[in-house]
């Protein structure tokens, strides 16, 4: 018999104890380096990322048996999961192999597939994870971008991606006119960020929406200009702000991020792309990769070494908001009196279409001064801006991760019930049915963190959060599209299948805005080791 | 001169969710989804768009009968840009027919004030489209119905109306009331900065008392219309399934001949 109080009781209880083990292994390795010594570290910075989620969806809820049964079957595959990466390796995390053996009964309740069974007979009646807890102004903006998703979004999203289209200009100017792309841009300045405490919730929302439809065609389109815009607020001059956020906040002038290069992706305080002082211009010289939207974008974001002598590393570098007119296509080019130059060429992906990413090379290109962020106060702070804003991006990739998977779990309900294998519905076997509260469980917990995450950044913190649900996300999503895929069978292979396209999205995800390795080591197991 | 525009919006269940009707053969409005019907958006739409075009102060108001989560509805009307609301809700309200409803929304629409009536050309669950027309003749002003253009200056409001044999130019004298088709314009989606700003704006509710109706006068005890019985529309037959062996343009003219239509 299963009893929800029991159940809410069982999962906090394991995550007590999880918690209490990351705590302990983040103490032991303190000392490490962990860099060096980065299998242990990566695990332990995982495992953090999916027992603060469980520690999310546990206080996300309201305790109705829907939500105790989420959070104890989320929190029962936490405690799995840590548990095999544990075994054989205690001494190294610094922990007992006894240490997970007090909530072995609460972890068998979890996992028993009599409680996923419950689980998935509710999602696959609602095709929903469970209740988001949304003000009324949310629902209203869920709802409404919701339906301009399925309006405008989702009859072109197959077409885009199997074709790989330029996004229309009508979902642009839609999601212009609804001001999409003014989430964050202080109101002051054309935007709708008015200092609220749902303020980054409301991005996390819209960008679940719109990923849901499609990733690469509207969810990715708030990325860019949450990055520049952040960049600008935080760094620009008076003069900048006033000049260039207005634009984007209408999504009159498109944004893309040139930051990557060929040989420096996630360590980037590498970057070799200088800016030169010539007069009342810089002069930018130097190949920047996986520049999605450079081609549309009419501002592009580049970060550029302005300081020759290398040593003194990210203090060296510096933003540059380079203003360029609109390329449609895969293949554009610029050129300046004087010989300067932009070249870009579309990178052809697996996936996560219709923005294009790009290699731009730049030649000589003249900036003026005056485009420099923060002009001569921004002189090698580009690193330091640059990190920040990225930061509002995770929690945004978080939310576009999120989308997609809802979109999986949504398919793979609708499929399971429709078809019949051995004479019974798909959605009538115990072994579907664990997938699906499995997944749904994974959903809500990723979406919960998201939302605790938005609302700490918005407070000024939740730094490591946004790294962590980023992380945790990205990676859930390349699961949770991968067991919709195989719950198609052989029509999830099949381009004519959504769920094709899911899939191959959702691997990008854990690729990009902070590498999955990269984040787990560098961000989040050196913020919790030095706490 | 300033306008003053009053939009009738009707709170509808989903058309995708599971709508059936109560006990009462009322149609259950507790049990499913609800939204500001889709034909009313145009409305609103075309009411937006007369306060932008127009050279003088415009107020727009959104007006509704309906139960609790109608104000829904009305939410959603301003968060396109409308800038206040009436919300008609009382208990005795249950079970009017569209008779009473357009005695309702008359009173209202008079309390309010108005130069202009702005309506859906139906609803999208009762489908009557006879409210329109009911409400002129209660206000006792000129109908324009089915429009689908719009414009209003110099006291007057003209627009088109497409028939199937002819295209009509109209024009009344203010105040008037117009309907409008689902060919008027597409709606607008709500900004986002407009859903922010909904919650600000002025929402009053008025009850039956407010608008000097006698309970009898609406309700099921008062509609000069009753609902005998209600049936769920029988599942779709699966159909004639042709093969097609060389033949299967004959089996198919034979099939349409059968039936008449050729």
């Known amino acids: 018999m299963l009893h929800t109080s029991t159940n809410l009781t069982s999962a906090q209880s394991i995550v007590d104890v999880l918690q209490a083990v990351i705590e302990k292994s983040a103490a032991h390795i303190a000392s490490w380096a962990t860099d060096e010594d980065q299998t242990v570290a990566y695990d332990l910075a995982s495992m953090s990322s999916a027992v603060a989620a469980a520690a999310e969806l ?57 409680l996923l069974d419950r689980v998935a007979e509710r999602v696959l009646a609602s095709s929903e994870a469970g209740p988001r807890h ?44 609804m001001g999409c792309f003014g989430l964050s841009i202080p109101a002051e300045y054309g935007g709708s960020a008015e200092g609220g405490a749902d ?119 510096s933003l540059f908001v380079v203003e360029k007119p609109s390329f449609p296509g895969h293949e554009w080019s610029m050129a300046q009196e004087g010989g300067g130059t932009i070249e870009g060429r579309a990178i052809r992906t697996l996936g996560y279409r219709g923005m294009h990413s ?6 000589r290109w003249r900036v003026p001064a005056t485009d420099l962020i923060g002009m001569d106060d921004g002189l090698g702070r580009g690193f330091y801006l640059q990190m920040q804003a990225f930061a509002n991006a995770r929690l945004q990739t978080a939310a576009r991760a999120v989308g997609v998977m809802q979109s999986a779990l949504g398919l793979a309900v609708d499929y399971t019930r429709e078809r019949s294998v051995f004479g019974r519905p ?46 945790l996300a990205c990676r859930a999503a390349e699961w949770v599209t991968r067991e919709a895929q195989q719950l198609h069978g052989g029509y999830g292979y099949a381009e004519e299948y959504t769920v094709s396209r899911l899939f191959v999205d959702a691997r990008v995800l854990s690729i990009f805005e902070g590498a999955d390795e990269v984040l787990a080591l560098r961000v989040i197991a050196r913020q919790l080791t030095k706490a | 001169m300033s306008l003053r525009i009053v939009v009738t919006v009707k709170y509808v269940p989903d058309a995708t969710g599971d709508r059936h009707f109560a ?53 959603k009307a301003l968060s396109m840009g409308a800038d206040k609301a009436i919300h008609v809700e009382d208990d005795d309200l249950h079970g009017t027919d ?93 900004s986002f900065k407009g859903i922010m700003a909904a919650k600000k704006k002025p929402l009053e509710a008025w009850d039956l008392s407010d608008l000097d109706i006698a309970a009898d006068e609406v309700g099921l005890e008062g509609a000069w219309t009753k609902v005998e019985a209600a049936a769920a529309r029988p599942a779709r037959t699966a159909g004639t399934i042709v093969k097609d062996e060389g033949d299967g343009g004959k089996q198919l003219a034979a099939f349409l001949a059968e039936r008449k239509f050729i």
């Open chain 1, 134 to 177: 949304l003000s009324e102004d949310l629902q209203l903006v869920r709802s409404t971008f919701r339906k301009f998703a399925e309006d405008r979004i989702l009859p072109v999203a197959e077409r885009i991606h199997r074709e790989d289209e330029d996004i229309p200009a009508e979902i642009i100017e839609g999601l212009a006119e």
């Open chain 1, 199 to 317: 303020e980054l919730l409301s991005m996390v929302v819209v960008t679940e929406e719109l990923s849901q439809a499609s990733l690469g065609a509207a969810g990715s389109l708030i990325t860019r200009p949450e990055i520049i815009g952040t960049a600008i607020a935080r760094g620009g001059t008076e003069e900048q702000k006033q000049r260039w956020l207005p634009g984007i906040a209408a999504g009159e002038k498109l944004c893309g991020v040139a930051v990557t290069e060929p040989d420096y992706g996630s360590d980037v305080a590498g970057v070799t792309t200088r800016a030169v002082r010539d007069g009342d211009d810089w002069v930018l010289t130097g190949v920047k990769t996986w520049c999605t939207f450079a081609g549309r974008a009419n501002y592009l974001l580049v970060l550029a070494r302005t300081n020759e002598d290398r040593t003194v590393g990210h203090r060296g570098l």
């Open chain 2, 98 to 190: 569209a008779i009473g409803t357009s005695l309702v929304l008359a009173k209202a629409i008079e309390k309010a004030g108005f130069d202009l009536v702005v309506s859906g050309m139906a609803s999208t669950d009762g489908t009557g489209g006879i409210v329109p027309a009911l409400v002129a003749e209660r206000l006792g002003v000129p109908q324009v119905t089915l429009l689908s253009e719009v414009s209003v200056g110099d006291g007057v409001v003209t627009g088109r109306r497409d028939g199937d044999a002819a295209t009509e130019q109209l024009e009344a004298q203010l105040p008037a009331l117009i309907s409008v088709t689902d060919r008027s314009g597409e709606a607008r989606y709500p």
């Open chain 2, 23 to 75: 006990d009462d053969l009322t149609v259950d409005r507790d049990d499913v989804d609800g939204l500001l019907s889709e034909l009313d958006e145009y409305a609103v739409e075309q009411a937006l768009q007369i306060s932008e075009n127009f050279d003088d102060d415009v107020e727009v108001t959104v007006l509704t009968v309906g139960p609790e989560d109608a104000k829904d509805a009305l939410r």
């Open chain 1, 358 to 363: 790009y290699e731009v090379r730049f030649d």
């Open chain 1, 426 to 471: 798909l959605a009538g076997y115990q072994l579907t049915r664990v997938k699906i509260a499995r997944m749904a469980a994974l959903v809500a917990a990723c979406r919960a963190f998201a939302f605790s995450a938005a609302r700490a950044v918005t407070a000024n913190g939740g730094q490591l959060e946004a790294s962590q649900v980023k992380q």
């Open chain 1, 58 to 114: 546990l206080r996300h809820g309201t305790g109705e048996e829907a939500e105790a049964d989420l959070a104890l079957v989320y929190a029962a595959d936490v405690a799995a999961d840590l548990s095999g990466r544990l075994t054989g390796r205690e001494a190294l995390w610094g922990v007992a192999p006894t240490e997970l053996a007090g909530i072995a009964d609460q972890v068998a309740a979890g996992r028993d597939p009599a």
